[in-house]
């Protein structure tokens, strides 16, 4: 696991099986349309997704996320779909309980009045796995998740964490192609959702199954994705590793919903070799051209810097080569612990800065500057 400058986790491995030599996908969706009244849900959606690969669905609340997951578990029929197959079978007709997938849902929706250990073997049972089988690999599943031991509890005796395992192991135990998780860690606290994660993380490894998971946290898919499509309105607007979607955003609405913290509009000067000029009030700034397809010159585009890579100089101090430099004043200081979010006045906006050492003396700032290659600059809308 390697972290950016700002100390992000990142987890990136390559899937378990190479596309290249895997021609049938996993899952396979085309033309996914679907309507609730007026309202489109999902936009004739279209993705697939390799055995063994971690993908996570992110957006924000009302993106049809949920919708798409929900179409491909088979617990909801959409309005119209192309293709939809489960490790090369047409299930577009086929019920949920037939699918060979299971769903992890962010309020467990464990029975109250079972044990650890039926809730657990639910899925067997109505599949009418004989008891002793049901047994094996219910105890099987709770070590799996950390619960040995735990098969007589009742649902009531256990912590949030607990239950959600629980959730997981009555998930896996029926040993689906595909685990469809939506927003499981969303119930928990901080500190357990950390926890969860990584526990997330070991099971996709040790078990090399597809994972597709829904969340609205940019860092719980960063952290824990293979691969993360990133919807709005119903419509994917761009998909990749985590490290391209943190660090190229192809719009305003990505660069902003994944937390780039200084946005501002320009016209775009000129594009070269994948490096864009624009003119931001009176400056001329560099970074690279993260749009879809070519610009035209003159076209309205928006630059995003992220605040740990905003550095602040004081008095005659010189910024290295292949840098935007912009005067600037000191403005508010924010505390937040491991570093101060320095907001500093310029001609272009406030930009805010990242500072790392708590006696650096702000009152002292004159000029900021950032790399080139650390500058996205991309379509405005």
């Avoid at 939809?84 to 037939?98: K, L, Q, T, Y």
């Avoid at 907001?343 to 700032?365: L, M, N, P």
């Amino acid at each position: 696991m390697s972290t950016d400058s700002a100390g992000r986790a990142y987890q990136h491995t390559e899937s378990s099986t190479d596309p290249a030599d895997n021609v049938q996908p996993i899952l396979e969706v085309r033309d996914a349309l679907h309507r609730y009244g007026d309202v489109v849900a999902v936009d004739n959606v279209s993705l697939t997704v390799q055995k063994g690969e971690f993908l996570t669905i992110l957006g924000e609340s009302g993106s049809g996320k949920t919708t798409l997951l929900r179409i491909i578990s088979g617990l909801e029929k959409p309005t119209n779909i192309g293709v939809i197959r489960i490790a090369g079978e047409d299930v577009a007709s086929v019920p949920a309980s037939d699918r060979n997938c299971t769903t992890v849902f962010q309020h467990y929706a464990l029975f109250p009045h079972m044990s650890v250990g039926e809730n657990v073997e639910y899925g067997l049972s109505v599949r009418r796995v004989p008891p002793a089988v049901r047994r094996q690999r219910a105890d099987s599943a709770l070590e799996l998740v950390r619960l040995s031991g735990k098969y007589k509890r009742r649902v009531h005796q256990l912590s949030g964490g607990e239950r959600q395992r629980v959730s997981l192991a009555r998930a896996l135990v029926t040993e689906p192609a595909i685990l469809l998780l939506d927003e499981p860690l969303g119930a928990l606290d901080e500190k357990l959702r950390l926890e969860m994660q990584v526990e997330l993380l070991e099971l996709h490894e040790k078990l090399a199954m597809t994972f597709i998971y829904i969340t609205h946290s940019q860092e719980e898919a960063l952290t824990m994705s293979d691969r993360i499509i990133l919807m709005r309105e119903g419509k994917i607007i761009q998909e990749g590793p985590p490290r391209d979607i943190f660090d190229r955003p192809n719009s305003h609405f990505v660069a902003d919903f994944m937390g780039v913290e200084n946005l501002f509009g320009g016209a775009l000067e000129s594009v070269n070799n994948g490096m864009a000029t624009a003119k931001l009030g009176s400056y001329m700034l560099r970074g690279r051209w993260c749009g879809n397809g070519a610009p035209a010159i003159g076209e309205i585009i928006t630059l995003g810097i992220r605040a740990e890579r905003v550095h602040l100089l004081c008095g005659d101090e010189h910024a290295s080569s292949e840098t935007n430099r912009i005067s600037c004043r000191a403005g508010t200081t924010i505390y937040k612990g491991k570093y101060l979010d320095q907001t500093v006045e310029t001609d272009v906006g406030a930009i805010k800065a990242r500072i790392w050492d708590s006696g650096f003396d702000v009152s002292q700032v004159t000029n900021l500057w950032w790399r080139e290659k650390d500058c996205v600059i991309m379509p405005g809308t």
